[in-house]
């Protein structure tokens, strides 16, 4: 019997063993289960604040947990556990904020939070150790995203291990229905180092006074650099509301050379830097603040009251890891001679309209006194911006299976008039090198058009192919449209030609161009792009094209009716010229026509019954390169750009903008792949974007989410809402069965976090017995062999061998965001304002080994890397 329990023994030791070298998925985030708080059934994506990435990726939801403030400017914090002790990066940052209720939010990084309460007023403080800002979000103000291989690091032994959200309601008229607020952000972390670590450089000054009716007073600050290389992505200024214009330099050999310039009367949010900047060892930084004492009866100091000033420039920064410092302070003024020579622009203010200057500091008492009959005249194209404000957001659809299409090089997408996506690829064959001679006479006819079915009619919601056709026909499909009848429009820029196809007409309908023929007349096409037909008039746009730059307009039969456009200057392009038109989108609402003018990186609008030049688009977040632009009604442009060049730093994302204004609401990139080369956009009314990519071969699906995912909005007995996770809309009928199916497929995707306790462990306590049941029935078997075998001395030999296995195992072992303190510990300094400000997101970059274009965009090469001062 002895024998018998021995060897138990050791097959269970040896189990153990195994089984703490397995680690279990829901272990990495135990410790976070077992210390959440109960939230209120208000707040939405609080139960599932971990959300499995992937093997290494994870999700953060940090929220508000059901909190209702009582007066305007309130300003509260929470606090969440990193739920993870290893290392980890922060990659990206998505805010889940309404502007309606939530004026600007901050994101902390630290070791000890001043609270242990589910949320507190942040007047009790934010961090009882040092404390280091990590994101920001304003209303009306861009997104920051960290570029593509940046990180800030947390965990580990040295990183921060809590994050602290500070939220500022400004205006509480909003929470007049009691609701509860659960505004956040979620965070997107690897465990895969990174190359490149972010971190913050602050620049302050501490000792600066303002003398009552002073017009104009300085405010400057500049410290020697004496560190590794780092690179400068995104800065931020903060004053309070004497500030009028904060600026920041580097100074290097006498040159000064603009970091970023901003009204602090502005969303206090992180903006990127335009042009990019490194600084090296030996260079200076240098600031200025302009403030103003009019209207002051005594004097202002530093400080952290409403009544006080700051004076705060941030900039956000990359370093290689291995030299990689989080964060950097500079508060004295080494050199003030120096700024005799700062530029004029750094004195000159930014004008700011009244009702921004409302929505940056969230005081509204002294900006409503004025209402004069300007501002009622002005009032209804302010209705109308907020209206197209960023009430929410673009996000991949991440439950969408067409991401796994196997698809050619996707060159077009359309939508039919039942709203399916209709996909426009290459097959087999390729756009190279080798595809085209100097005179862009097709080299490939050998290969034979492409034996695949081209055009593919995809089921929005499944992916499902519903339909295929165009078999045969193209050698290098390009373009594609859609009119509303249902009949595709396509270019070949191989054939160089235009293609009208009925749905299930084995024969086009009507054909421009001839076939493999490159021209310029009003019979030919060379390499034309894209195509556009009216839905009133009926006649035909073609952007024509890769070696022609222009627009060329046919009547619906074909005839030729006129055209506009020529070859880009040496500099900068004029309005009219092109290098390369490269995607048509029409906007009848205003009876023009808009151009993606892809190597001038900017959209040209024109009228479309004159070709009369109306407008340029144009964004340094555009970069170089903007491949494709698509309409909705409602006055809403989407537009995808192209892959930066060596040494650029503009991410290549989707973009949401306001037509009527031009300005950027929103950016998008997905979270499954990467984008490679996006070469169409399209985009369905209700906002849903699809985004097809030439060299990742894949389409990917988008969907708006509203920012108001924290309330619960009670309609005729239902009651709407918004699971933040994955975007998962669950609607419930008070007293009524629910249904499960979308539940259900966000639970398939997400096992990982979102398996129940009860499911657990009868999962987890089945497959403990199991085994041990197994290892049962060998023991039995072992004792009854070695009895037979050894006979009396079986005992013996069993225990000095167990002995032995004993010892070997008894001798084995068993198996946060700290970027630090960049807040100057200074007498006169106040922490308390300075914790008061705003951000949102960042950028990404291309893959450095892609040197050209592409292959399929192989007509444009890229023009000499420019060198930059900076």
């Known amino acids: 019997m002895a024998g018998l329990i021995n060897n138990l023994l050791i097959l269970l030791l040896v189990f153990q063993n195994t089984c703490l070298g397995f680690k279990n998925p829901l272990s990495v985030f135990k410790r976070y289960k077992d210390t959440t708080r109960s939230l209120s059934s208000e707040c939405l994506g609080n139960n599932r604040p971990v959300i499995s990435l992937g093997l290494t990726d994870f999700a953060l939801d940090i929220r508000m947990p059901g909190v209702t403030p009582k007066q305007s400017d309130t300003y509260l914090c929470m606090s969440l556990r990193l739920p993870v002790d290893e290392e980890a990066y922060v990659v990206d940052f998505r805010p889940q904020a309404s502007m309606d209720t939530v004026h600007h939010m901050l994101l902390f990084g630290c070791n000890v939070p001043s609270s242990t309460e589910n949320y507190w007023d942040c007047d009790e403080g934010i961090c009882t150790d040092k404390s280091n800002i990590l994101y920001a979000w304003a209303r009306n103000a861009p997104p920051t995203r960290l570029p593509k291989g940046v990180g800030f690091k947390v965990g580990g032994e040295t990183g921060s291990k809590y994050f602290v959200l500070q939220v500022h309601y400004g205006d509480v008229s909003a929470f007049r229905d009691k609701h509860k607020d659960c505004s956040g952000v979620t965070l997107h972390l690897t465990h895969q180092r990174q190359p490149l670590i972010a971190g913050m450089y602050l620049m302050m000054s501490v000792n600066t006074v303002i003398p009552p009716g002073e017009k104009v007073v300085d405010a400057d600050i500049a410290c020697h650099y004496q560190k590794y290389p780092m690179h400068l992505f995104a800065y931020r200024v903060h004053t309070h509301r004497l500030g009028k214009v904060v600026s920041g330099y580097r100074v290097r050999n006498g040159q000064w050379t603009l970091i970023g310039r901003q009204s602090p009367q502005l969303p206090q949010a992180f903006y990127p830097v335009e042009h990019p900047v490194d600084i090296s060892f030996g260079d200076t930084l240098a600031a200025r603040c302009v403030f103003t004492g009019e209207g002051r009866t005594t004097e202002t100091h530093i400080g952290g009251t409403a009544s006080d000033e700051m004076c705060n420039f941030y900039i956000m920064y990359y370093m290689e890891a291995k030299h990689a410092v989080s964060y950097m302070t500079c508060t004295q003024n080494i050199n003030p001679d120096m700024f005799?020579?700062?530029?004029?622009?750094?004195?000159?203010?930014?004008?700011?309209?009244?009702?921004?200057?409302?929505?940056?500091?969230?005081?509204?008492?002294?900006?409503?006194?004025?209402?004069?009959?300007?501002?009622?005249?002005?009032?209804?194209?302010?209705?109308?911006e907020e209206v197209l404000d960023q009430d929410f957001h673009i996000e991949e659809a991440v439950d969408w299976p067409g991401v796994n299409l196997k698809l050619g090089q996707v060159s077009g997408l359309a939508l039919d008039p039942k709203n399916n996506l209709v996909i426009f690829h290459r097959g087999d064959h390729v756009w190279d090198r080798n595809s085209f001679d100097s005179s862009f006479v097709y080299q490939q006819r050998g290969l034979g058009p492409i034996e695949q079915n081209t055009i593919l009619v995809i089921d929005p919601s499944n992916a499902e192919v519903l339909d295929s056709t165009g078999k045969n026909l193209f050698y290098l499909p390009h373009g594609l449209s859609i009119d509303k009848d249902g009949n595709y429009w396509v270019t070949?820029?191989?054939?160089?030609?235009?293609?009208?196809?009925?749905?299930?007409?084995?024969e086009p309908l009507l054909i421009l161009g001839r076939s493999l023929q490159p021209g310029s007349d009003k019979n030919h096409f060379c390499q034309p792009t894209d195509v556009a037909v009216d839905p009133v008039t009926g006649n035909i746009y073609v952007s024509d094209g890769y070696c022609n730059s222009r627009i060329v307009v046919f009547s619906p039969n074909g005839m030729f009716i006129m055209q506009w456009g020529e070859e880009s200057s040496v500099g900068e392009a004029k309005p009219g010229q092109f290098r390369i038109p490269h995607s048509l989108t029409l906007v009848p609402e205003f009876g023009q026509l808009c151009v993606a003018d892809r190597e001038n990186g900017r959209i040209q609008c024109f009228r479309s019954e004159t070709g009369e030049f109306t407008r340029e688009i144009k964004h340094k977040l555009f970069g170089r390169e903007l491949f494709a632009v698509s309409y909705i009604p409602g006055g809403l442009l989407f537009a995808v750009n192209g892959m930066p060049y060596p040494g650029d730093i503009e991410p290549v994302q989707g973009f949401m903008m306001n037509f009527s204004t031009g300005e950027i609401m929103d950016t998008f990139i997905p979270v499954r792949k990467n984008f490679e080369m996006p070469h169409d956009v399209v985009v369905s009314e209700d906002k849903t974007v699809y985004v097809g990519d030439v060299h990742a071969k894949t389409v990917w699906k988008f969907t708006s989410t509203e920012k108001m995912e924290h309330r619960s909005v009670k309609k005729a007995g239902i009651e709407v809402q918004e699971i933040k996770a994955e975007t998962v809309i669950e609607a419930k009928l008070e007293n009524k069965p629910v249904s499960t199916e979308?539940?259900?497929?966000?639970?398939?995707?997400?096992?990982?976090?979102?398996?129940?306790?009860?499911?657990?462990?009868?999962?987890?306590?089945?497959?403990?017995?199991?085994?041990?049941?197994?290892?049962?029935?060998?023991?039995?078997f072992i004792r009854w062999r070695k009895t037979r075998v050894y006979g009396a001395d079986a005992d013996h030999k069993l225990e000095s061998s167990s002995g032995r296995i004993l010892g070997r195992l008894q001798g084995k072992g068993s198996g946060g965001l700290n970027l630090g303190n960049f807040f100057a510990s200074h007498k006169s300094y106040s922490r308390k304002g300075f914790d008061r400000l705003s951000t949102e997101g960042s950028d990404q970059e291309k893959d450095e080994d892609d040197g050209t274009d592409s292959e399929e965009e192989y007509s444009a090469p890229p023009p000499p890397p420019v060198s930059s001062s900076s």
């Open 742 to 780: 979308s539940p259900k497929k966000w639970e398939k995707h997400h096992m990982v976090e979102q398996a129940s306790p009860g499911i657990s462990f009868v999962l987890i306590t089945t497959l403990l017995i199991i085994p041990i049941v197994v290892l049962l029935a060998i023991a039995v």
């Open 492 to 506: 070949d820029v191989a054939l160089h030609q235009v293609f009208k196809l009925g749905v299930h007409d084995k």
């Open 340 to 384: 005799r020579n700062i530029p004029q622009e750094a004195n000159i203010p930014i004008p700011v309209k009244s009702d921004m200057i409302m929505m940056t500091h969230g005081h509204h008492h002294e900006e409503t006194k004025k209402t004069d009959d300007s501002s009622s005249l002005k009032q209804p194209k302010r209705e109308e």
